[in-house]
């Protein structure tokens, strides 16, 4: 029997993926591109289950400083260019909030504590030996890492915290960090889901500010999410950054499998591209790129059956409040969608609606979060969109029912 590779189904870490050799597309040349454009704060805005943790851990491996890399990046098109001489130079400070998901103001706290925890101790580990005992930064360091074993501790006493991570990686390696923290949006989406938005809303800002506004200790920093949370409240705290939404070119093609990398991956598994494939998973458009759904691609690889599984997993909260509260105009024109036209709409991909609920904020939450795709951009407030494909349409039809 031949053998095959795994398909990398439920693994979103780019160091095992590699070394159990699982099936890679790809996408390392994302890192010639984050370094070429040297922004100071990036954000990349993408739907659920589209490469965002693999690629922002494909990041970390490279840059991180404690590690040799080169055995797992053999091969991959980054190691052809000037770039992979920075492989491993820089100290990489790295957060996942993408399980910071709670029902309480309290329970969400102990999550980022637990996250923000493993990334201290990891540093205490490297510079335990170095810190000149009574040194501000050790001290600092030390208060910072009780604080988050203590149960009691407060939302407040954590809104430095990345700051002062920084500070301390900078100390040691005397490199101003990376820092990346993938689903930066993730525990503030559930504070509204869950109703204790007003509990926090003045720490997110000052949480993620403090680190990125200012901070002579901070090198680059990039986040992703499903979208942007609205510049008047986290980012009126700190640089506007650099954001890269589904429409922009940079950054387009590492989010997503293209036709020539779908192709590709099925054949391997002795599946066939064709129209019922592209009917079902393809139709996206990202910066001018066609792209088809990975999660649901490396499915159908698996099974050998078109099935609607982006769509099984879980659903984003804020589609659903959105449309409860839809007014008729938009209604109308979703029934047009439906009917697979593509429509003119105003639309705003900058502005989450989960702070600014409007017609315009609901469109570009739909684009962001995957259930729509857009065509045409034909002004700043403008664009023609369309449902991309079968399997989101069986879905979206299914919310008109309802």
């Known amino acids: 029997m031949e053998y095959r590779r795994q398909l990398p189904i439920g693994k979103d870490d780019f160091a095992k993926i590699r070394k159990s050799n699982?099936?890679?597309?790809?996408?390392?040349?994302?890192?010639?591109?984050?370094?070429?454009?040297?922004?100071?704060?990036?954000?990349?805005?993408?739907?659920?289950?589209?490469?965002?943790?693999?690629?922002?851990?494909?990041?970390?491996?490279?840059?991180?400083?404690?590690?040799?890399?080169?055995?797992?990046?053999?091969?991959?098109?980054i190691m052809g260019t000037e770039c992979a001489a920075r492989m491993n130079t820089c100290p990489v400070i790295y957060l996942t909030f993408k399980d910071c998901k709670a029902r309480t103001a309290g329970e969400l706290l102990e999550r980022l504590k637990e996250e923000l925890y493993r990334e201290y101790l990891r540093y205490e580990k490297i510079v335990r030996e170095h810190l000149v005992p009574d040194s501000y930064e050790s001290k600092d360091f030390y208060i910072m890492i009780e604080t988050l074993r203590n149960p009691e501790a407060e939302m407040v006493h954590l809104v430095s915290s990345l700051q002062k991570l920084t500070q301390i990686a900078k100390e040691y390696y005397q490199i101003a960090p990376i820092l990346l923290i993938d689903e930066y949006d993730q525990p503030i989406m559930s504070s509204y889901e869950y109703?204790?938005?007003?509990?926090?809303?003045?720490?997110?800002?000052?949480?993620?500010?403090?680190?990125?506004?200012?901070?002579?200790?901070?090198?680059q920093a990039l986040l992703t999410g499903v979208q942007r949370v609205a510049k008047e409240s986290i980012f009126s705290q700190f640089n506007n950054p650099q954001v890269y939404t589904v429409m922009d070119k940079e950054y387009a093609a590492y989010f997503g499998l293209n036709e020539k990398e779908t192709k590709e991956l099925l054949h391997y598994y002795g599946l066939e591209l064709n129209e019922n494939v592209?009917?079902?998973?393809?139709?996206?458009?990202?910066?001018?790129?066609?792209?088809?759904?990975?999660?649901?691609?490396?499915?159908?690889?698996?099974?050998?059956?078109?099935?609607?599984?982006?769509?099984?997993?879980?659903?984003?909260?804020?589609?659903?409040?959105?449309?409860?509260?839809?007014?008729?105009?938009?209604?109308?024109?979703?029934?047009?969608?439906?009917?697979?036209?593509?429509?003119?709409?105003?639309?705003?991909?900058?502005?989450?609606?989960?702070?600014?609920?409007?017609?315009?904020?609901?469109?570009?939450?739909?684009?962001?979060?995957?259930?729509l795709t857009v065509m045409k951009r034909i002004d700043s407030k403008t664009a023609i969109i369309k449902i991309p494909n079968d399997e989101i349409m069986s879905m979206v039809i299914n919310w008109k029912s309802k």
């Open 22 to 77: 699982s099936y890679y597309v790809d996408k390392s040349l994302l890192i010639r591109d984050f370094v070429n454009m040297n922004d100071e704060v990036a954000l990349i805005a993408r739907p659920r289950r589209f490469g965002k943790t693999l690629n922002m851990t494909m990041l970390r491996e490279f840059f991180d400083i404690t590690k040799d890399s080169r055995e797992i990046f053999e091969g991959l098109d």
């Open 195 to 219: 109703g204790y938005h007003e509990e926090l809303e003045t720490f997110f800002p000052t949480f993620y500010g403090s680190a990125m506004k200012g901070n002579p200790a901070l090198g």
């Open 278 to 371: 592209r009917k079902m998973y393809d139709g996206y458009l990202m910066g001018g790129i066609e792209v088809y759904n990975p999660w649901s691609v490396i499915n159908y690889a698996k099974r050998g059956m078109l099935d609607s599984y982006w769509v099984k997993t879980s659903a984003n909260f804020l589609v659903k409040e959105g449309m409860k509260k839809a007014d008729r105009n938009f209604w109308d024109k979703f029934e047009a969608l439906i009917t697979g036209k593509q429509i003119e709409v105003w639309i705003t991909l900058d502005t989450s609606f989960a702070e600014r609920e409007s017609v315009y904020s609901l469109w570009g939450l739909l684009v962001n979060a995957g259930y």
